[in-house]
């Protein structure tokens, strides 16, 4: 099945998940709530995608064997890796996250995302 996604994606609404926590990010300045839609999800669950939004905070972010490819349809992301330069990612921006990426999130105020996510853990 296919999922056009437009402009739209910024002003969905979308179910409450709720809190922000392992292994999905571990918030460091107290709680961050979470919202989002999974479109697609593979028969063997290693690719998904979807659209994710959680609220204003800092978290640790530790991508395990997943790798993620995110393009921010609201909101900004400061993304501070433990082994490497910061970078800001806003609206209209992509970027891919590979396997093993660590650091902090910092979001300044509630950040959305398009996501897809490859989970490496079956792969040698």
Known sequence: MIFPISDAAAA?????????????????????????????RSE?????SGLWECSAGRMRANFGNDGEMVHIVKGT????????????LRPGDT????????GIWELEQPM?????VFDFSGLA
């Not at 969905?12 to 697609?40: C, K, Q, R």
């Not at 063997?44 to 998904?48: K, M, Q, S």
């Not at 992301?77 to 800001?88: K, M, N, S």
């Not at 959305?112 to 897809?116: D, F, H, N, T």
């Open 12 to 40: 969905m609404d979308l179910p409450v998940y709720g809190p922000l926590e392992p292994p999905v990010g571990e918030p460091l300045d107290g709680p961050m709530t979470t919202s989002g839609e999974v479109f697609f």
């Open 44 to 48: 063997n669950g290693v690719v998904f």
């Open 77 to 88: 992301l400061h993304a501070i890796p433990d082994d490497g330069e910061p970078f800001t």
């Open 95 to 102: 970027a891919t996250f590979p396997p093993h990426w660590t």
């Open 112 to 116: 959305r995302k398009l996501y897809c």
